[in-house]
Every structure is written in structure tokens, then in C-alpha cells.
């Protein structure tokens, strides 16, 4: 087999790489952050609902006019309940390990990338070469949590953004990103009213 089908195949492979990896990490960055966001409101509220427990009612009737002792404790149930809700939710939905799982996948293949990168540096590719770093590819997705349809299209989307303006920055390089990312999303509307 000539030299380059294989670097080509190898090309491909590292671009469907480069793909995924950007989704995980996605994927990851929202899960850690609407888990500390929940982590923070339960460790917030608990504190808080803590203090009201020991308060006295009283101590609200100047801002409160109609507080009485009976609804002053149920709204401090109702909110203790609240925060027993959101502390019982993020350990249900599991978002800390969710965003681990797919941090971990990401950084798997950022290290299959590199070796990809490698691989297209060799002066000779052999057929053993691509069936390895094939092979590599799939044992990382087969342990790979599932990407959901929206986020891959919306993830494609970003990345092929991403190699459009890194492509005009190397011609342009004092460009403003913005203005040009604007300036296409101008051209695409025109021209999608065209046809």
C-alpha cells in the first residue's frame, strides 16, 4: 500500500480524534460546573437553614411585619426540605463522576492525538502502524461515555469554527476573531436567503 492512503487514513482518524475530544471536554466543563452549582447551593443553604433553625422569630419583625412563630417555622421546613431536594438531586444525577468519566476520555485521547501526530511525521507508514493506532482509537471509544446528538452536532459545529479562523489567522494573523466571526455569520444568512 502506497504512503499516502496511510497518512491520509491516519489524518482522517486524527481529526475524528480531535472531534471528540473537544465534545468530551465540553460535555465535562458543563457537568462540573452545574455540579459545584448545586454543591454550593446545598452547602449554602444547609448554613443558612442552620442559623434560621437557631433564630428566633422575633428577630424578623422588623422586616416581617406579619411573621408568626407557626409560618416562621414552616418556611424554614420548606426551605431545609428545598436544600434536601437539591443535596438528594446532585448525588442522583451523579454530575462530579459524569464529568470525570468524560475528562478522562478527553485526556485519553489528547495523548492518542500526539501519537497520531507522530505517526504522520514517519517517513514510512506501514499497515501495522494504521491497524495499531486504529486499535488504539476504538478501545478508547468503546470505554467512552455516550455523546448525545445534540451536543456532537453542536461540538462539530464549534470545532470546524475553531479550524476556520485558526486557517484566516495564519493569514491575517492581527484579524479581529469577532468582527470575522460576524462578518460569516452575515455571509451565511445572505447567502441561505439566496437559495
Known amino acids: 500500500m502506497s504512503q499516502d492512503p496511510i497518512k491520509q487514513q491516519v489524518e482522517k482518524l486524527k481529526k475524528k480524534a480531535e472531534q471528540n475530544r473537544q465534545m468530551h471536554f465540553s460535555i465535562s466543563k ?4 452545574l455540579n459545584k452549582m448545586l454543591h454550593a447551593t446545598a452547602l449554602i ?8 433553625t437557631f433564630a428566633e422569630f422575633e428577630t424578623f419583625l422588623p422586616w416581617l411585619s406579619w411573621l408568626t412563630d407557626g409560618t416562621y417555622k414552616l418556611i424554614i421546613g420548606l426551605f431545609a426540605g428545598l436544600i434536601f431536594i437539591i443535596t438528594i438531586l446532585e448525588e442522583y444525577l451523579g454530575l462530579g463522576k459524569k464529568a470525570a468519566a468524560h475528562e478522562t476520555i478527553g485526556k485519553q485521547l489528547t495523548t492518542f ?3 497520531a501526530s507522530t505517526l504522520e ?3 514510512t507508514l506501514t499497515q501495522d502502524h494504521m491497524d495499531k493506532a486504529v486499535s488504539d482509537y476504538s478501545s478508547i ?6 455523546i448525545p446528538d445534540r451536543v456532537f452536532l453542536r461540538e462539530k459545529q464549534r470545532l470546524c469554527i475553531k479550524i476556520d479562523v485558526s486557517k484566516k489567522l495564519e493569514q491575517t494573523p492581527h484579524m479581529s476573531v469577532r468582527l470575522y466571526l460576524i462578518k460569516m455569520k452575515l455571509k451565511q444568512l445572505f447567502s441561505s436567503n439566496q437559495t
Not at 30 to 33: C, D, E, G, I, L
Not at 141 to 146: H, L, R, T, V
Open 30 to 33: 458543563k457537568a462540573n460546573v
Open 121 to 123: 511525521t514517519y517517513e
Open 141 to 146: 471509544n468503546e470505554s467512552a461515555p455516550i
Open 45 to 52: 443553604g444547609s448554613s443558612i437553614t442552620a442559623i434560621l
Open 113 to 115: 492525538i500526539r501519537k
